[in-house]
């Protein structure tokens, strides 16, 4: 066994500690991608691939190789049989083999990283087939490369952003990762490179400032009776941050409270936001339409009865901070609830994407033609934790990194894991 292959991030995860301790740096596994069609991998240096579990070193490659990889093809002679395995064709045309096991991609070749659709990522890869027919790949690596590629597309790391608000946003996604580490067994990864989780570009996004914070708060993370927190985060709260368990019914941690984020003037600390107040309108059979379309994913009892026409719409609740907590719609098969931030995923924007908060008042039509609804609100994203256009803010006007969290995440304590 070469010594690249001993020193292999997934070769050595299966025995990393579930919690990790002191100088002991967790390896993060990120979907990339998650049941696609098939996936490229590719390096300029050469590439181990290996069997999970096979306990063989697998064949070296390269340098210089790209590999495709599709779903199996069935049998002729029965094609309605599960194969959840994977073709591995090389860049020749030339087939390599059928695998039912994990494949692992260990680059080795000293900066030349492995690639996925032409994007570089740090780290190891994993390609496994999923018994709906698709190709998931997974991204193994160490937690702070992984956020060299996060920092700069959750909060923006070019020069001009101040240092302390990166360090904070680090240190806060950090946490975050390992909170959630484990989460999304079923899919064997514990993030997702989308917002889902953070979103996540590779070595393509990296930026100086970024790897700065990054390394400048290298193993600090943020702590609840010694445990990482859960430590969301939002682009813009528009002035009052939200409680975890007013947006998400019974998921209540106590350093997520709702958080007055104005200045001693009373101004909104994220007022700088384009997003910090917002106008949306629809044509009504737009809005119908879109909430018609997506009750069912958010409400089950929706899924078993026709619905008909929309009849209404109508804020049955609010939350402390002002945010719709329940959301009441009508139509023609019955009436329904809908709670917290999956109103967003209920009513969405014209372009149905989620519609930028719940921070908003009553819909009305337009009265240049009756025809049109229109919704006033503020915000974007859930408003729970960290509002990233407040901590820019407090970073300008001279707040340290821990002091941004604090102001966010109440009574939590930064330690050092590694």
């Not at 860049?91 to 039912?100: M, N, P």
């Not at 998921?251 to 600390?269: M, N, T």
């Not at 609010?318 to 945010?323: E, I, L």
């Not at 025809?371 to 901590?391: N, R």
Request: contains cysteine; proline residues 6%.
């Amino acid at each position: 066994m070469s010594p690249l292959f001993a020193c292999s991030i997934l070769a050595a995860l299966s025995a990393a500690p579930a919690k990790p301790g002191p100088a002991a740096e967790p390896v993060i596994r990120v979907g990339l991608q998650i049941d696609a069609g098939a996936a490229t991998v590719s390096s300029d240096g050469q590439v181990r691939i290996w069997r999970a579990g096979s306990g063989l070193a697998g064949s070296a490659f390269g340098p210089g190789c790209a590999f495709r990889l599709v779903p199996a093809v069935p049998p002729p002679h029965d094609p309605s049989e599960s194969h959840p395995g994977l073709t591995l064709i090389a860049s020749s045309g030339d087939t390599l083999g059928t695998f039912e096991e994990e494949l692992l991609f260990e680059p080795l070749t000293p900066h030349a990283p492995l690639e996925v659709e032409a994007r570089p990522y740090r780290g190891e890869l994993a390609v496994h087939a999923t018994r709906e027919g698709g190709v998931t790949i997974v991204n193994a690596v160490r937690i702070d490369d992984y956020l060299r590629g996060v920092l700069p597309l959750e909060m923006g790391a070019g020069d001009a952003t101040p240092a302390s608000a990166l360090e904070a946003q680090a240190i806060a996604a950090r946490s975050y990762s390992l909170f959630y580490l484990g989460r999304r067994a079923e899919q064997r990864c514990d993030l997702l490179a989308s917002t889902e989780d953070q979103v996540y570009g590779g070595m393509a996004v990296e930026t100086p400032a970024g790897t700065r914070a990054v390394l400048t708060t290298r193993g600090i993370v943020a702590t609840h009776r010694g445990r990482p927190i859960r430590a969301n985060y939002c682009s813009t709260c528009g002035g009052m941050t939200e409680a975890s368990d007013q947006a998400w019914r019974g998921e209540r941690f106590p350093y997520l409270r709702r958080v007055k984020d104005r200045d001693a003037s009373g101004g909104a600390l994220c007022s700088r936001s384009r997003l910090y107040r917002w106008k949306v309108r629809w044509a009504r059979p737009q809005l119908e339409g879109i909430v018609l379309a997506h009750l069912p994913e958010e409400v089950p009892e929706a899924r078993r009865v026709t619905l008909g026409r929309l009849r209404d719409l109508r804020i049955v609740e609010r939350t402390s901070s002002g945010r719709v907590r329940t959301l009441e719609v009508r139509t023609e098969g019955g009436t329904f609830r809908v709670g917290g931030d999956r109103v967003r995923r209920v009513v969405r924007t014209p372009e149905d994407g989620l519609l930028y908060s719940t921070l908003w008042g009553k819909f009305r039509r337009t009265a240049d033609d009756g025809g049109s609804i229109e919704l006033e609100g503020g915000g974007y994203g859930h408003g729970v934790g960290m509002c990233q256009f407040g901590a820019l803010e407090l970073a300008r006007r001279g707040a340290s990194a821990e002091g941004i969290l604090r102001h966010y995440y109440r009574g939590v304590v930064l330690a050092r894991w590694w």
